[in-house]
């Protein structure tokens, strides 16, 4: 690699120290493409689409700049972001990629032109990303210390471009630690094409790179970044886990304004109507939502007695709205009203400080379309184009491989409110390659609502609360955690990373006098010496109906639901009715919607429920009675919340009951076995001395005494760690993100000096090895229903993309979501395949292997119906 140079200022001085839109106007003016470019098979060609017309190079690179200046913007990195987007494709100049691209779409003739090649073997295998790269740390890196960690992150974005931010020091299997960064830097420049295509490019483009390199800011707006992160970091120490991960994330903020802006580029100009479908920002004003939510409230009727504690929870909201942006607790015990109480703090706050969107996190899609439907009704009333104010992303149809066709189908977030599910924002934060990362950006200026927060992956603790933090000290966001079991982020480790809440950010004045207001169950603790039987229980579960008209019995597993079901169906006391994860998403609504008419009848119709924990949090039903087998207390509460939810009774009864251990194994359930070994033990702590918790096992002295136990319980697993069969060594996603000790250290040892470089992170290593959730899973599109098989008729028909992208949305409604070796067995019996080659998207074949009391399963039942065969 050629020695770092110095370089001479060309762009003109009036915007070597211009605000954003003035550089925007300047990019526009010394780039704009020619007007024949794109017409000739000789100009420099970035992208081709169907119908033949050519994207020039200079107008994509042009583009990309102008939009992701404009995204990073939001980070105080507008020139930053103009630099990337210049430069991330530089290396489509060299005559390598122009041969191919052109050849691959039929500009080049194989009999005419002498250019030609066989374009399908060389897909992805021509180096365009590293040479970018290479110009900024060539002519910025040899500037002095703070002009080389600019030139680092710099590099590091346009070189991930298209595999996600790649490792800076990385230890190999048996291998000694490299410096994959440098090694990239130094790749041959007859590989990277940089001499080349320096000759080749344009050179106004060229010029106005460089102008960007020598400005002031490009180097001095990272100092400021890494001054202001180390300001805030415990002891100041440079060497701390969360500084070094911070640094992190604002390396994924940059990133993720390149790739969002090269997307939307790209998708554009390939499918031109779909951008007519952006909103860009453009929404509908905070004051007309405002409104909509204020009238809506106003127009609200009373019904049950525990309406004015809601309505005085809902007041809280709104009061607390007009404090500064921060970090705040919203504690609430299960019926309190949280949804649309949350949703007014979120809209007043957003107002009064300016923020760009509302971003709606909950941990389960059970109940997001509930959620969700709640708010749009409100704004999105009749008359309002539907879609235009809220949009779900919880989809699992696409692939974690990104596909070209999933480039066109994903999400960015471009919303005023968003729903979408803890997977997806840890994704967002975590995850591998660029689809995830793509969103990272709308994080700032936004409030996030984090409901259930207490269902947070614990081996995410660390890095979360070093990433709220982030985007709420830097990025100008609000975080709320919403939760009725409030777990203790803000008392683990300090050194590794503990979310800081301030002093009196409790959105409630008074939660032990809450919680006393809203009692209106009372847990009674039934376990006994070698537990129940699925026989008694289901015995019990019929007694239940029997005495308060309605029983939901909450277990742990799908095996354990299917078994009581059966039981309690051989009885005619009581409808019975199953729930489980086994069905998609509008067979699970239409059950509770049957459920819910049922319980609102005066009086109620006997009814009685049996589900896996999917309907324990935020699933508005109200039960007469509970049966909880033993589990976390923060589950056990939130069980209790789905019984006697409106008060209609003086009491209602939650049965906490210890299934025989032949009939329930959790081995591979850790979360769920630690989780029930320390509430056991609060438990039996409570009954020896209730008042020592208030009087209430489930109260907030019970939860905190939980919490301290089950954290203390699961403190090594809070860093999220990796095994040596994922990465080649044991180590934990906390450290690669961070210092990277490991690796650091070994480098040290082979190479007898540290790596020349600042930023030492093993970002690709860390995230192959996240999963949001331990065992991914993917979507399968079921036949449930005539609207389920005709959905997928019409997706196995869909060749256009605008077709297939809202043919998408509705599939979400029909998807279920399975662990790997149930789609190996699915797949081995014949019945999954893909809507297309090459689609990635999965759909059952057979409605056999789909029933209408436990949705999908591995083997068949009833009379065989083959839909739709994708031809293949």
């Known amino acids: 690699m050629p020695k770092p ?45 169907g119908d033949g017309k050519i994207q020039s190079l200079e107008s994509h690179l042009s583009g990309v700049s102008q939009l992701a200046s404009e995204l990073a913007g939001k980070f105080g990195l507008t020139t930053q972001g103009a630099l990337v987007g210049l430069l991330h494709d530089l290396g489509k100049y060299s005559a390598a990629f122009q041969a191919y691209i052109q050849s691959a779409t039929g500009l080049l003739n194989q009999d005419e032109d002498e250019d030609f090649v066989e374009a399908a073997g060389l897909k992805g295998k021509i180096d365009h990303s590293t040479s970018g790269a290479q110009l900024i740390w060539t002519e910025l890196a040899g500037q002095g210390n703070l002009a080389s960690v600019a030139a680092q992150i710099l590099a590091l974005c346009i070189a991930s471009h298209h595999s996600g931010l790649i490792d800076c020091l990385a230890q190999p299997d048996n291998k000694p630690a ?38 002031q800011e490009t180097t001095q707006a990272f100092q400021a970044w890494i001054s202001k992160i180390l300001g805030k970091v415990p002891g100041n120490d440079p060497r701390s886990p969360i500084f070094q991960q911070q640094v992190g994330l604002l390396v994924r903020s940059l990133f993720s304004c390149l790739i969002d802006a090269d997307r939307i580029d790209t998708a554009d100009f390939e499918h031109p109507g779909r951008a007519r479908h952006r909103l860009r920002g453009k929404y509908e004003a905070w004051e007309v939502l405002v409104q909509r939510l204020e009238t809506h409230l106003k127009g609200f009727t009373p019904r049950h007695p525990i309406d004015a504690l809601r309505q005085d929870v809902s007041r809280h909201c709104l009061a607390g709205a007009a404090r500064e942006k921060g970090i705040y607790t919203l504690t609430v015990p299960t019926g309190g009203g949280k949804t649309l109480a949350s949703l007014r703090f979120a809209l ?59 480039k066109i189908l994903s999400e960015n977030w471009d919303a005023p409110v968003v729903y979408t599910t803890s997977v997806q924002l840890l994704e967002t934060l975590f995850g591998a390659g660029t689809r995830g990362a793509r969103r990272m950006h709308q994080l700032a200026n936004s409030v996030l609502i984090l409901d259930e927060i207490q269902s947070l992956p614990v081996n995410c603790v660390h890095l979360f609360n070093n990433t709220m933090n982030y985007l709420t000290d830097f990025c100008g966001s609000t975080v709320v955690l919403c939760t009725a079991t409030q777990p203790l982020l803000d008392q683990v480790d300090p050194y590794k990373g503990a979310i800081r809440v301030p002093k009196d950010n409790e959105l409630m004045p008074d939660v032990k006098r809450l919680f006393d207001d809203l009692k209106r169950v009372e847990v009674v603790n039934r376990r006994k010496p070698g537990g129940w039987s699925q026989d008694e229980i289901a015995a019990l579960a019929l007694q239940e109906t029997q005495t308060s008209g309605s029983c939901l019995v909450i277990v742990n597993t799908k095996k354990a639901a299917q078994a009581i079901y059966r039981l309690c169906k051989e009885s ?8 489980s994860t086994n069905m998609c998403p509008a067979h699970r609504k239409s059950i509770l919607s049957d459920v819910r008419a049922r319980l609102d009848q005066v009086p109620s119709t006997p009814t009685l ?43 209602g009864l939650v049965h906490v009951v210890n299934p025989c251990a032949a009939d329930e194994s959790l081995d591979k359930l850790p979360d769920i076995q630690i989780g029930r070994n320390v509430a056991e033990r609060v438990l039996d702590d409570y009954e020896a001395d209730p008042e020592k918790f208030g009087n209430n096992c489930i109260g907030p002295e019970a939860m905190t005494s939980y919490y301290k136990n089950y954290f203390f319980a699961r403190a090594n697993d ?14 934990t996603l906390l450290n690669l993100l961070s210092t990277n000790s490991m690796a650091l250290a070994d480098y040290k040892r082979t190479k007898r000096q540290a790596p020349m470089i600042y930023m030492r992170q093993a970002f690709m ?3 192959k090895a996240f999963k949001a959730i331990d065992a991914p899973t993917r979507g399968v599109i079921v036949p449930y229903t005539t609207a389920g098989k005709d959905l997928i008729n019409d997706l196995c028909a869909a060749y256009l993309p605008e077709k297939e992208f809202e043919l998408l949305r509705r599939a979400q409604q029909f998807s279920v979501n399975v662990f790997q070796n149930v789609l190996e067995s699915l797949s081995k019996a014949g019945v999954v395949r893909e809507i297309r080659t090459g689609a990635a998207i999965l759909y059952l ?15 068949p039942q009833g009379n065989m119906e083959i839909l739709y065969v994708a031809s293949q």
Not at 207 to 215: D, F, H, K, N, S
Not at 845 to 859: A, Q
Request: proline fraction near 4%; charge should be neutral; charged fraction near 20%.
């Open 178 to 215: 490299e410096d994959l960064f440098t090694k990239r830097m130094n790749k041959s420049t007859d590989k990277t094409h940089l001499q080349e295509v320096l000759g080749k490019a344009n050179q106004k483009l060229l010029e106005t790179a460089r102008g960007l390199l020598v400005r």
């Open 765 to 767: 290593s860390a995230a």
């Open 718 to 731: 809070m860093s999220y760690p990796v095994s040596a069969k994922q990465i080649g060594h044991d180590d």
């Open 845 to 859: 074949t057979d409605s056999r292997y789909y029933s209408s009391e436990f949705g999908l399963s591995e083997t």
């Open 609 to 651: 429920c049996i589900s896996t924990q999917l309907i324990e949090a935020g699933v508005d039903v109200d039960f007469g009675s509970v049966i909880r087998f033993t589990a976390g207390l923060d589950s056990i509460a939130q069980a209790a919340g789905r019984c006697n939810r409106n008060g209609r009774a003086k009491q």
């Open 572 to 579: 005619s006391l009581a409808e019975v009715f199953h729930l």
């Open 5 to 49: 140079t110095a370089i001479a200022a060309t762009m003109p001085p009036h915007y070597a120290h211009s605000g954003g839109h003035e550089l925007a106007a300047h990019l526009q003016k010394v780039i704009a493409p020619d007007p024949q470019a794109g017409r000739s098979r000789n100009s420099f060609v970035a992208h081709v689409r």
């Open 348 to 406: 007043h706050h957003a107002l009064k400080q300016g923020m760009d969107r509302v971003i709606y996190v909950i941990p389960f899609t059970s109940i997001i379309d509930q959620n969700a439907q709640v708010v749009r009704a409100v704004l999105e009333p009749e008359g309002v184009e539907t879609g235009s104010v809220v949009l779900e992303h919880h989809s699992n149809l696409t692939p974690e491989q990104q596909t070209w066709r999933s």
